[in-house]
């Protein structure tokens, strides 16, 4: 199966789009903005890898140069293997695989998830597995005194000790086959299906063998309704994470429009990358809280004090300094001279703006308090296939008096590196 390789917003001529030959499924990729077409170009709006019957296609953050061009193919597969750990991380920590709805959603992370959970799940437990208690009179089991004494007739003999002639036993037996564990069959093959497509890079941990070819009665409806029937008879933890799982894995392919394609990835990458430097860097959420919100007032004295406000991708306080840091996916540069490049993709006057409002927002919050602050750093975060991290320069605004943002730009490798080992860096001023 051949792989081919994109860059994500990089404009294709309609002459590559002709490799793909599965251009019925393509098309629920374009009514979905996943791939972008016109007249003379193709493009792809999207990170990730989309697995095809005939292709796998993998799209490169647009930060990246155009991998047909510039890395070789153990260069390509190696990055491929290190996204998809940022991407299974991003997702545990950022999502509850039993709770998100699967509709609307712009990331398509979360059946690798949660087909990633339904193995893990099956090689430490087995099997599901519906034990049922078996009451027995006189059987061969142990004896179950409270039925026996609750339901049985007793003698007593001279002594006046109670006497049964007859007592219940307890056995359990095992369904050994039932619908929900078929489910279960059904859906860990699917799962080894779905990361067959993964073996093409050799990642670890995805290697994954199992074969149901059993009926399974009902579609995927009918299968989370026995599912909820089930959950209401169960009652041990594991059993009940175990269908809601499964239960989710169904919602997640009814609500799918990309039936016979496997898709993992996002369009939404900019919110991987934040959460990288969020991670990476030092992130403290409460902090966003202490921004007022605008008063919106009647005429007749009345307040609304509940509208939206400013919300900083990453605030922090460490050694009394204060950072705000704002995560830009794109590449931003000067040449030898000092001017941006004329390809460059820079902030914007909201982004440079709002930047500066953060500031005066805090020094305002301290102020009330009677505190201060050593310093204040605002720095707008750059992606970068550098291997060190570099500050390249600054945006200052007149109306701002005596306030600027540093330019940083991150090494991504290293800045990935740190986010899975879960190490924590400053940036080096």
């Not at 251009?23 to 990170?47: C, G, P, T």
């Not at 339904?118 to 009179?137: P, S």
């Not at 900083?312 to 050694?319: A, H, L, N, W």
């Amino acid at each position: 199966m051949k792989i081919l390789y994109f860059k994500e917003l990089e404009r294709y001529s309609l002459n590559e789009y002709s490799q793909f030959e599965n251009s019925q499924f393509l098309n629920n990729l374009i009514d979905n903005n996943i791939l972008i077409l016109d007249s003379q170009y193709f493009r792809f709006k999207f990170v990730g890898m989309i697995a095809l019957t005939d292709c796998i296609i993998i799209v490169f953050p647009k930060y990246k140069k155009n991998p047909q061009k510039n890395y070789s193919e153990e260069e390509k597969k190696k990055y491929v293997k290190n996204i998809f750990k940022v991407f299974e991380k991003y997702n545990k920590s950022n999502s509850s695989l039993l709770e998100n709805d699967c509709n609307d959603k712009k990331e398509y992370l979360n059946l690798f998830s949660l087909y990633k959970s339904l193995i893990d799940d099956y090689l430490e437990y087995g099997l599901y597995a519906n034990d049922r208690d078996i009451y027995t009179i006189c059987g061969d089991g142990e004896i179950e005194w409270n039925k026996t004494i609750d339901e049985l007739d007793n003698y007593f003999n001279s002594s006046k000790n109670p006497i049964y002639v007859n007592y219940y036993t307890h056995d359990i037996e095992e369904e050994q086959e039932n619908y929900i564990r078929s489910i279960q069959k059904k859906l860990l093959t699917d799962a080894a299906v779905y990361f067959e497509e993964f073996r093409k890079f050799g990642l670890d941990g995805f290697q994954f063998d199992f074969h149901f070819d059993g009926d399974l009665i009902g579609d995927e409806e009918y299968q989370i309704f026995k599912i909820g029937l089930e959950l209401r008879e169960v009652f041990s933890e594991r059993k009940i994470n175990l269908l809601k799982l499964m239960k989710a894995i169904l919602k997640e392919k009814i609500h799918s429009c990309y039936e016979d394609i496997n898709i993992y990835g996002t369009t939404s990458y900019h919110s991987v990358w934040e959460n990288v430097c969020q991670i990476v860097l030092g992130h403290d959420s409460s902090l966003r809280n202490k921004i007022p919100k605008p008063i919106w007032r009647s005429t007749n004295g009345e307040k609304d004090n509940y509208s939206t406000t400013f919300v900083p991708d990453i605030v922090f306080e460490k050694d009394n300094d204060f950072h705000i840091y704002d995560a830009k996916y794109y590449e931003t540069d000067f040449d030898e001279e000092g001017n941006l490049l004329k390809d460059a993709t820079r902030p914007g006057i909201n982004d440079i703006s709002k930047q500066f409002l953060y500031e005066e927002c805090y020094r305002l919050y301290y102020k009330n308090l009677g505190e201060e602050k050593d310093n204040y750093y605002s720095v707008f975060l750059f992606p970068s296939e550098d291997l060190e991290d570099k500050l390249i320069g600054e945006v200052s605004f007149e109306i701002f008096q005596g306030k600027k943002i540093e330019l940083f730009k991150l090494s991504t490798e290293r800045m990935y590196e740190y986010y899975l080992k879960e190490l924590k860096t400053d940036l080096k001023r």
